[in-house]
């Protein structure tokens, strides 16, 4: 989606942007809808030898001044293709996870020796790529991801319709996550946290877990529904499963919850933040990046049920700091997290 809304916002800005994905891919059907021309011309791995020859051709006859990947797996075969094409053109890498692989053998050292700049979606994902990557400190850079302001804007969704929808009662205060329903996002310390504050806090709450599980990993969703059940929560949770309104239903939460135990970002963090939620986050990893702990929000040990609820209790109690918090925290997604913000740092990073 990064590479989509990149790709659609330098082509507003007056570039010439093409799109090289995989064939049959969900994304090569996602650009055309936003008009952005795209070409299924990256094969597997078994297909290695043919793609080279494709991609070459390609790049000769398009000649580009800049080539930009988001997968580093990509460079065995734009590497070669570049080389075969003759071509000029700037090659820059934006990585996304982190690797526990060094990559400094003579293979490696040649196929990045290629890549002019190398991006880092935060700051923790810097340190793993300096680490494991034979590329110079010089060439690694933070760009952030961005988010359309436009769409993650509260003025143009109606909170109150929401709540109806899911059945909140008008003096809940409604406690929320949204993403992956996966190991690692924080769901069971999320309900579990849930209980601890249905258990001490006077208020009434009420807590909605957005999103739904990844194909092949529905049998932690369905773990996460039992864990309701077992601990006497159905009355308070809700599950709304897949849901491509995510910016609506974040105009009804009064706090967001991000207990994920090692982002390398936190891009629905993010989002929510657009969206004038105040949060409680986990204070690892690329979260880093996003909050400020008592400035934007309220930063809590990851994996840590007891910490969450005590971040969440506090924020639920005291209405004048998730005030604060939201408006802060807008503020900070509009300075440095705008899909704008980002494309206009590419464009300098290109111009160079």
């Not at 053109?89 to 982190?98: E, Q, W």
Request: aromatic share 8%.
């Amino acid at each position: 989606m990064q590479a989509l809304l990149i790709s659609r916002e330098l082509r507003n800005r007056g570039h010439d942007v093409s799109l090289l994905c995989a064939p049959r891919s969900a994304i090569l059907k996602e650009a055309g809808a936003v008009g952005v021309p795209a070409f299924g011309l990256l094969g597997d791995d078994k297909q290695a030898f043919g793609t080279i020859k494709d991609l070459s051709k390609f790049l000769k006859s398009y000649d580009f001044d800049v080539v930009h990947t988001h997968l580093s797996h990509d460079l065995w075969w734009l590497v070669p293709a570049l080389k075969l094409s003759s071509s000029h053109s700037k090659l820059f890498l934006t990585k996304h996870m982190a690797s526990g692989v060094k990559k400094t053998d003579p293979l490696h050292r040649f196929l990045y020796g290629r890549v002019q700049d190398t991006f880092a979606i935060s700051n923790y994902i810097r340190g793993s790529v300096l680490n494991t990557c034979p590329v110079p400190e010089k060439s690694v850079h933070v760009l952030h991801p961005g988010i359309s302001l436009e769409t993650f804007n509260p003025a143009l969704y109606s909170g109150a319709e929401v709540r109806n929808e899911l059945s909140i009662p008008g003096n809940a205060l409604l406690i929320g996550m949204t993403g992956r329903i996966t190991p690692g996002k924080g769901h069971e310390e999320f309900l579990r946290a849930a209980r601890k504050l249905t258990d001490s806090s006077e208020l009434d709450l009420m807590f909605v877990i957005i999103g739904g599980a990844s194909h092949g990993e529905e049998s932690f969703e369905t773990r996460m529904e039992e864990l309701v059940d077992d601990l006497a929560l159905t009355d308070v949770v809700r599950f709304t499963g897949f849901r491509e309104d995510v910016p609506r239903l974040l105009s009804a939460l009064d706090i967001f919850a991000f207990p994920s135990h090692e982002e390398s970002f936190g891009l629905a963090l993010v989002e929510a933040m657009a969206m004038r939620v105040p949060a409680v986050a986990s204070s690892s990893a690329g979260v880093l990046d996003i909050v400020l702990d008592r400035q934007t929000g309220i930063l809590v040990s990851p994996k840590d049920y007891n910490a969450l609820a005590d971040g969440i209790g506090r924020l639920a109690s005291d209405p004048d700091s998730r005030i604060r918090y939201a408006a802060a925290g807008r503020e900070r997604v509009e300075r440095y997290f705008s899909i704008q913000y980002l494309t206009q740092n590419l464009e300098d990073y290109y111009a160079q």
